[in-house]
Each structure stands twice: as C-alpha cells, then as structure tokens.
C-alpha cells in the first residue's frame, strides 16, 4: 500500500521560499510516477511539478517553472519541492500524489494514492 504523508507549509511573504517534504513508502520508482499537486479555494487542483516513472523525467507548469524545483532523496522515500520567489497566486493546499504507469505526471488522471496536503499561505 502506498503512503504519502506531506510537511512543510506555512505562512510567508511574498518573494519567501518554502520546502516541502513528502515521505512516501510503499512504491517503486520504475513503475510509479509521482507529483506535487495544488488547489486554491474555488478552483480545480492542478498539477504543479512531477517525476515520471522510469528514467524520471521532471515536468513543471509553466506558472512555476524558474522558481519550483522537484526533487527526490536517493533512496526514494522523501520527495521535495522547493519552492522559491513564492508570490500570492501560489496560495493553495499542496498535495503528494503516486501513481502507476502515469506518462503525464501533471495531470491528476491516474494517480490513486494522494497525501492528506500541506497549506501554503502567501502574503503580499
């Protein structure tokens, strides 16, 4: 069974960073794909960053490219995202999310295993 647990949000300003942390157990690199997910109040959640199953190609939305990074310890068991140059816009509840054979890691179809999220609060 797969198990995402996420920590690591808060409340900054505008221009902050934050990193969030994601302990996952329970999958394989070479058959899972795994990814950061946010939703705001009122909206759709929307892929924010992931890492492909296999070779582990990283992908990114286009509103966090240059300031997000995804990222995994070696042993593959904590997943990261750094979030950098952090503006209003990126307020949401940040989500974890596994999933087997997803070829698109940003888009939520497929992943079956999600976090419980973490709160992301920018402030301008």
């Known amino acids: 069974q797969v198990q995402l647990v996420e920590s690591g949000g808060g409340s900054v300003q505008a221009g902050g960073s934050l990193r969030l942390s994601c302990a996952a157990s329970?999958?394989?690199?070479?058959?899972?794909?795994i990814a950061w997910f946010r939703q705001a109040p009122g909206k759709e959640r929307e892929g924010v960053a992931g890492?492909?199953?296999?070779?582990?190609?990283?992908f990114y939305a286009d509103s966090v490219k240059a300031r997000f990074t995804i990222s995994r310890d070696n042993a593959k068991t904590t997943l990261y995202l750094q979030m950098n140059n952090l503006m209003p816009e990126d307020t949401a509840m940040y989500f974890c999310?596994?999933?087997?054979?997803?070829?698109?890691?940003?888009?939520?179809?497929?992943?079956?295993?999600w976090g419980q999220g973490t709160q992301v609060t920018v402030s301008s």
């Open positions: 999310a596994a999933g087997r054979w997803v070829s698109d890691p940003l888009k939520t179809d497929g992943f079956a295993y």
């Open positions: 329970g999958y394989t690199s070479f058959s899972y794909s």
């Open positions: 890492i492909r199953f296999g070779a582990g190609s990283t």
